[in-house]
């Protein structure tokens, strides 16, 4: 019941005799909604990162793998000697 007054109380000091609340505050309520959102956010991509399941291709079936030794088996070839 406290709360529920004291909440009145802070509101009514706002809109004071018709006052409207200054360009500061409205500038920090907006800042601070903003922040919020971010974090939320920000949390959420963690969250999605974290529970993504990683795989590893096997070495059989690497492309890349059977490239890069493709390369190095005709790069050990000795040369053919072509002065017979």
Known sequence: MFAEYAIIQVLSQFFAKGALM????????ISLVII???IIIFAA??????SYKHTIDKLE???YLKN???KTNTDQREPEETNK
């Open 22 to 29: 200054s360009k500061l505050t409205i500038s920090i309520l």
């Open 36 to 38: 919020v959102f971010v």
């Open 45 to 50: 991509a963690i969250t999605k990162g974290y």
């Open 61 to 63: 079936d690497n492309p």
């Open 68 to 70: 890069s030794n493709e």
